[in-house]
């Protein structure tokens, strides 16, 4: 068990460009989330996978946000179009498939800064 | 509204003392209740988690959390603490599809 793994952990981009995050689960774990954290407040929900499929989203992610995770393993999380509002960090978690009594297990994030 | 509720943003407490963090959640639904911990620039750790049975749970670190149902809440609970306690504690809940709805967090500081 190596961990959830996100890269890269920091990410300085300008107003207006596109970036792309990576997320590795844990191997055997089939569910994956994306959550979004800004300074002084708690994880807030984006999206989450069941293997492949994508099942929730959140509806206060703009369009700009699209993720995906193509085979059931690694994911992407993609921002067109940044705005200094998109400064964050960006977690990824990943659960086992015992569905809503499993507890994530998280990344150690990505940092995004637009500037 | 799915909501849960850190009472306390920040927590001061000298070493050695006992500390509470108070969590308030709002359901009408079994839930499944964690705390996390978050270190300074890493992800969050479990500390513990109530999924159903005794009320009382211990986790990580010398932590124990109580479930109290008629109160809908979950407070976390540690006898003495220590320096290396410093963090932000991050209560959750569960509901039906798996995904956490966390609190604003409470910033635990103990002082020596």
């Known amino acids: 068990d190596t961990g959830v793994s996100q890269n890269p952990r920091h990410k300085i981009t300008k107003r207006g460009q596109n970036v792309t995050f990576r997320c590795d689960p844990i191997?055997?774990?089939?569910?994956l989330y994306w959550y979004r954290q800004t300074l002084g407040q708690g994880p807030e929900f984006l999206t989450y996978?069941?293997?492949?499929?994508?099942?929730?989203k959140s509806r206060l992610l703009s369009d700009r946000f699209s993720a995906e995770r193509p085979k059931g393993s690694f994911s992407t999380l993609e921002i067109q179009r940044t705005e200094q509002g998109d400064s964050a960090m960006y977690l990824c978690?990943?659960?086992?498939?015992?569905?809503?009594?499993?507890?994530?297990?998280f990344g150690n994030g990505t940092r995004l800064t637009v500037t | 509204a799915q909501s849960v509720t850190q009472l306390d943003s920040q927590v001061p407490v000298f070493e050695e003392a006992p500390v509470e963090l108070r969590c308030n959640y709002s359901?009408?639904?079994?839930?499944?209740l964690f705390w996390y911990v978050q270190y300074p620039n890493q992800g969050l750790q479990l500390l513990l988690k109530y999924l159903s049975g005794s009320t009382l749970v211990k986790g990580i670190n010398g932590f124990e959390a109580e479930f109290n149902k008629s109160q809908t809440s979950f407070h976390l609970r540690k006898p003495s603490v220590h320096i290396s306690d410093t963090a932000e504690y991050f209560c959750?809940?569960?509901?039906?599809?798996?995904?956490?709805?966390f609190g604003q967090g409470t910033e635990l500081s103990v002082k020596p």
């Open positions: 359901s009408s639904v079994s839930v499944y």
């Open positions: 959750a809940v569960s509901y039906q599809g798996g995904k956490l709805i």
């Open positions: 978690a990943s659960s086992n498939p015992q569905g809503a009594s499993s507890p994530l297990h």
């Open positions: 996978f069941q293997n492949e499929a994508q099942l929730e």
């Open positions: 191997s055997e774990h089939n569910r």
